[in-house]
T-cell receptor, first 115, second 120 residues
């Protein structure tokens, strides 16, 4: 089965706190890609990161960091020193390269950062 | 970066009418486009995969006669919601696969801004 699970439906933090959004995926494919998207209230998806199945290096981009672990099929996303502007719904997604590039989305995590 | 546009951004129609939504890749050629539907507070669900010059492939449970997809060129795919009903009210989002970056090393999709459909 191809599946993405974001167990945290809603998270609420106070500004400047660190927060980690969990993502666990399932696939039998050996070639796949993992994504994180941010969806603000406007609805437009904002691309945050892409990681392919052959690259397990963690990545840091400013206050954002990602931890990819194939051994646990997880691709977690951490926001350091959160800000009110980080409030949005965040989606983790799995792209199946050998199935025409279909994207399977997790359920999403709604992050609320309070001042 | 690559840009995908959708038109209209918002549409309100009466029950029973048909609505066409356009998805365009503005600065690249997209052999494959995808259509997603998102209900409030829910995730994006893939409806269909649209390949240029061929019939669309629909996901299980999506009525192909109700959601007509045409991918007539490498830069344009259209979704027509036929005989729309209130339960079709949703946020429809398209994405385009960049033909120029096709391959296992680089695989990406670009999303349109979405179309909000409200059927009264």
């Amino acid at each position: 089965a191809q599946k993405v699970t974001q167990a945290q439906t809603e998270i609420s933090v106070v500004e400047k706190e660190d927060v980690t959004l969990d993502c666990v995926y399932e696939t039998r494919d050996t070639t796949y890609y993992l994504f994180w998207y941010k969806q603000p209230p406007s609805g437009e998806l904002v691309f945050l990161i892409r990681r392919n199945s052959f690259d397990e290096q963690n990545e840091i981009s400013g206050r954002y960091s990602w931890n990819f672990q194939k051994s646990t099929s997880s691709f977690n996303f951490t926001i350091t020193a959160s800000q009110v502007v980080d409030s949005a719904v965040y989606f983790c997604a799995l792209l199946l390269y050998n199935q025409g590039g279909k994207l399977i989305f997790g359920q999403g995590t709604e992050l609320s950062v309070k001042p | 970066g690559a840009v995908v546009s959708q038109h209209p951004s918002r549409v309100i129609c009466k029950s029973g009418t048909s609505v066409k939504i356009e998805c365009r890749s503005l600065d690249f050629q997209a052999t494959t486009m995808f259509w997603y539907r998102q209900f409030p507070k829910q995730s994006l669900m893939l409806m269909a995969t649209s390949n240029e010059g061929s019939k669309a492939t629909y996901e299980q449970g999506v009525e192909k006669d109700k959601f007509l997809i045409n991918h007539a060129s490498l830069t344009l795919s259209t979704l027509t919601v036929t005989s729309a009903h209130p339960e079709d009210s949703s946020f429809y989002i398209c994405s385009a696969r960049d033909r120029g970056t096709w391959g296992p090393d680089i695989e990406t999709q670009y999303f349109g801004p979405g179309t909000r459909l409200l059927v009264l």
